[in-house]
T-cell receptor
Framework: EAGVTQFPSHSVIEKGQTVTLRCDPI?????LYWYRRVMGKEIKFLLHFVKESKQDESGMPNNRFLAERTGGTYSTLKVQPAELEDSGVYFCASSQTLGGGAYEQYFGPGTRLTVT | GEDVEQSLFLSVREGDSSVINCTYT??????LYWYKQEPGAGLQLLTYIFSNMDMKQDQRLTVLLNKKDKHLSLRIADTQTGDSAIYFCADAMEYGNKLVFGAGTILRVKS
């Protein structure tokens, strides 16, 4: 079974540009999460999808960040326009529907975003 | 807001036991987790403990939870060089809910 995949693995962009990160969860996982780790600090929650609906987006830093999950499969996270403080590693995770072992979130390898 | 804290670095010799500590602030935490991140890889769930448990053992891993002090520890017995990684403590208030992570502890195992 394929794990959570993320693309790209690394992105370097200039301040003011737009970047779109993609996450493909494990097939059949309704729950999809985005997290971010900035400059070696703690990993912080951004948002949680259940299928195509945003269940919790309390961690989204501001309106420069837009997450979508059309069709309830893969998800994209767009940063527009990017700022220097957006640099970090963006992780995606997925889990099964509650009652099916939802306590275990499977993480992807992350996308390292560098804004210069 | 909720906070999870860990020591930043731990160095041990191969064959010794490693103990990584974590403290959290939210008394509503239901599940507490230990994740491992090897270089270039994603986060791998090592083990978790439900808040009504004091201890959980899984092969070389032992998790101790002191709910009164909000203290969680991970003990790795017979530490191997392959255990060198970053270890993250995390908690969640509800089943399947968002995780709140610590900053991670870098474990270095010397041969």
């Amino acid at each position: 079974e394929a794990g959570v995949t993320q693309f790209p693995s690394h992105s370097v962009i200039e301040k003011g540009q737009t970047v779109t990160l993609r996450c493909d969860p494990i097939s059949g996982h309704d729950n999809l999460y985005w997290y971010r780790r900035v400059m070696g600090k703690e990993i912080k929650f951004l948002l949680h999808f259940v299928k195509e609906s945003k269940q919790d987006e309390s961690g989204m830093p501001n309106n420069r960040f837009l997450a979508e999950r059309t069709g309830g499969t893969y998800s994209t996270l767009k940063v527009q326009p990017a700022e220097l403080e957006d640099s970090g590693v963006y992780f995606c995770a997925s889990s099964q529907t509650l009652g099916g072992g939802a306590y275990e979130q499977y993480f992807g390898p992350g996308t390292r975003l560098t804004v210069t | 807001g909720e906070d999870v804290e860990q020591s930043l670095f731990l160095s041990v010799r191969e064959g010794d036991s490693s103990v990584i500590n974590c403290t959290y602030t939210d008394s509503s935490s239901t599940y507490l987790y230990w994740y491992k991140q090897e270089p270039g890889a994603g986060l791998q769930l090592l083990t978790y403990i439900f808040s009504n448990m004091d201890m959980k053992q899984d092969q070389r891993l032992t998790v101790l939870l002191n709910k009164k002090d909000k203290h969680l520890s991970l003990r790795i017995a017979d530490t191997q060089t392959g255990d060198s990684a970053i270890y993250f403590c995390a908690d969640a208030m509800e089943y399947g809910n968002k995780l709140v992570f610590g900053a991670g502890t870098i474990l270095r195992v010397k041969s």
